[in-house]
């Protein structure tokens, strides 16, 4: 029997027996269709893996410049399918269960009702070519796309007047310093 050892980036699945793959959408089709071949895959961190981190102990600073970086690169890679001239968004750390999400705001008054509709649309489209898992709710007059690539959040809502963007890094430990810090950083954007 040929073995194949795999390694790849954590992904959820549950593992059983001597079934790799267990329910996992892929492994188990490759189990079925090569029960001749030994699946053997190997647990490597993500680089989308929120910062490791002990409950209760801060996040490195350096570690949480990679957050600001991804949220705002998220936010520059979208920035062509918004109305254009909007002045920026607003980047604030904003305190949840558990610690601190640096998150990115943008009310989108240009985009209300038929124009904010088509906009999630796009961004559904761009953010899934991505490889992002998007789910879509609510209904014509009010829709609302959440997205995710496991690390970092969209969370998009239209109305008749606007559409109110949202995205978010993972909740983490930040020092009081640390955060000042990233603020007077984030403040040349």
Do not use: C
């Not at 943008?106 to 009702?113: D, P, S, T």
């Not at 998007?134 to 969209?154: F, Q, S, Y």
């Amino acid at each position: 029997m040929a073995r194949v050892a795999l390694s790849g980036y954590r992904r959820p699945m549950a593992l059983g027996g001597s079934d790799p793959g267990g329910s996992d959408p892929f492994w188990s089709v490759v189990r079925r269709e090569h029960p001749d071949i030994d699946v053997i895959v190997l647990d490597v961190p993500s680089p989308l893996d929120p910062p490791a981190g002990v409950a209760g102990q801060t996040v490195p600073i350096d570690q949480l410049r990679l957050i600001v970086r991804g949220v705002d690169d998220l936010y520059a890679s979208i920035l062509h399918l918004l109305p254009p001239d909007l002045p920026a968004p607003t980047r604030v750390w904003r305190g949840a269960a558990g610690g601190d999400a640096y998150v990115v705001e943008k009310a989108l008054r240009e985009a209300g009702g038929e124009a904010g509709l088509e906009l999630l649309r796009r961004l559904a489209r761009h953010l899934h070519d991505r490889g992002w898992a998007v789910e879509a709710a609510g209904d014509e007059r009010r829709p609302h796309l959440m997205a995710t690539n496991g690390w970092i959040d969209l969370d998009a809502r239209s109305g008749a007047a606007a559409t109110q963007l949202t995205i978010a890094g993972p909740v983490v430990q930040v020092a009081p310093d640390d955060q000042a810090t990233l603020e007077r950083e984030g403040d040349g954007r």
